[in-house]
């Protein structure tokens, strides 16, 4: 008898990896650590005219498989009707299968809108007016939209000169929901086009209330906006890197090559180099003082097509999966704060998964026994988050480290209709444990295993990063 598509025990193949995630995993709140949420959508607690602006608005996800499957730009990023986009993403559902699509596409209907049909292009019409219908009443305001989906703490990517007003009009409305900013300072060592870096310094400058002549001077005003983060709640920080940088430098040199890029000069690709080493060592280090978590996204390659960067700016669908050498600038970074006894809480993520097993032994190096789970290995990240991918990162983590210690999922995020890939993630997970324990390779112990899938799922993110006291018991 064939099963129904999506049912309950979707992904759960056998009855312990039911047990596990219906019993344990299931109930658990969300903790989104890492994400891309608007926080001024947030605070205006925003509803949506329709389908489209809330599921297709800025989805590079989706435009990247319209496009391959024939539709035309101005149906992802053009002119063409909120509706007429959506019509034409229904026509492509059908040929994303077994591409993670179409598994989100169809959880999203199904747990925010309670539609089980599945999405096409005859369907197309009738889930488009339901969905939208429901959109414009209150109950799917963001804020209900959070509370749907039993979401706990959002911690939204904010560059340093942000106002982060929207933040504190937040906590100022009581909303129950903590919203956190965390800092992502990428943009304060993008010293390539010294023309745009000085043009940054300039808002750097009026943030912060410093004017900047001198290197001293630009850290103090990082310094001013790492302390008004921290002030408002922040805990942790992010890089988007193609790799670390971990270059010698010594402080003169970074003072010159400074006076260098405000005086206009363009630098050598070795001083673009130095310099970044030197900041990603100064963030590093005012992380640790405040007891952050520092997350490094590394591996992406970036805005391929010129053509299309030119004509529509980054994040719009252009990237891929890159290659480049992770392990020895890694290493020397991690150790260079360690020997200074100054390495904060870090999360590795990783993008090429032929380094997954680097990434899974390296962390290892620096768990030092001072926090658990210190150094992390980062949840399936971007084109890796998804079934194969997931499982692949959860294995070499288990196989080489303590999944057990997993501070888990994250949505990553720009759409406040992603939260499914939390239950994804869990089901995933449980999954693997279920069929270890059917295989006789893990105990038929379901209270036990139940407890580390809920410190996976939950308890464990909200102990590292400082949500609360202790964690969730395990029962021995």
Not at 51 to 75: F, P
Not at 247 to 267: C, H, N, P, V, W
Not at 325 to 352: E, H, M, P
Request: hydrophobic share 35%; charged share 25%; with cysteine.
């Amino acid at each position: 008898m064939k099963k129904p598509f999506l049912n309950d025990d979707f992904l759960l193949q056998t009855e312990s990896a039911r047990q596990l995630y219906h019993s344990f995993a299931k109930p658990m709140p969300i903790i989104d650590y890492h994400c891309h949420l608007p926080p001024d959508q947030i605070a205006e607690d925003r509803t949506f005219e329709n389908l489209t602006q809330i599921w297709l608005y800025g989805d590079h996800y989706k435009w990247r498989a319209m496009r391959t499957n024939g539709v035309d730009e101005s149906y992802c990023t053009g002119n063409q009707s909120d509706f007429a986009k959506f019509q034409k993403w229904a026509e492509t559902v059908p040929y994303t299968v077994r591409n993670p699509l179409y598994h989100w596409t169809h959880l999203e209907l199904q747990r925010y809108f309670g539609i089980t049909e599945t999405l096409n292009g005859q369907s197309a019409r009738r889930i488009y007016d339901a969905c939208t219908e429901q959109l414009q009443t209150p109950d799917f305001s963001v804020r209900n939209l959070l509370r749907r989906m039993n979401v706990e703490t959002v911690c939204t990517t904010d560059d340093p000169v942000d106002s982060l007003e929207y933040h504190q009009k937040l906590a100022d409305s009581g909303f129950e929901i903590s919203v956190l900013p965390a800092f992502r300072p990428d943009k304060a060592m993008a010293v390539e086009d010294t023309t745009t870096f000085n043009q940054y310094l300039s808002r750097l400058e009026s943030a912060s209330n410093v004017s900047i002549a001198d290197f001293d001077d630009f850290l103090t005003a990082l310094r001013q906006r790492h302390d008004y983060f921290a002030a408002m709640g922040c805990k942790l920080s992010d890089h988007g890197l193609e790799q670390i940088y971990a270059e010698e430098y010594t402080e003169a040199a970074i003072q010159a090559i400074f006076d260098k890029i405000r005086s206009g000069s363009t630098l050598s690709g070795a001083e673009v180099l130095t310099f970044k080493s030197a900041m990603l060592v100064y963030f590093a280090e005012m992380d640790w003082e405040k007891g952050w978590t520092q997350q490094f996204h590394l591996g992406a390659l970036r805005n391929n097509n010129s053509r299309m960067l030119r004509q529509l700016g980054p994040d719009t669908g252009w990237d891929s999966i890159g290659d480049f050498s992770q392990a020895r600038a890694l290493a020397r970074f991690l150790d260079r704060l360690d020997t200074t006894d100054k390495l904060a809480k870090t999360i590795l993520y990783n993008l090429n998964p032929a380094d997954n097993e680097l990434l899974a032994t390296m962390i290892g190096n620096f768990n030092d026994g001072s926090v658990a789970g210190k150094i992390q290995f980062g949840s399936g990240w971007w084109f890796l988050d998804q079934k194969e991918g997931m499982e692949r990162q959860i294995n070499a983590l288990s196989n080489m480290g303590l999944l057990s210690r997993f501070v888990g999922m994250l949505t990553d995020s720009r759409s406040f209709l992603s939260y499914p890939r939390h239950e994804y993630f869990r089901r995933i997970l449980c999954n693997l444990f279920g069929n270890d324990i059917e295989n006789g390779e893990l105990p038929d112990d379901i209270d036990w295993m139940g407890n580390v899938v809920q410190n996976v799922c939950y308890g464990n993110a909200k102990t590292y990063f400082g949500f609360s006291s202790k964690p969730l018991e395990l029962a021995v």
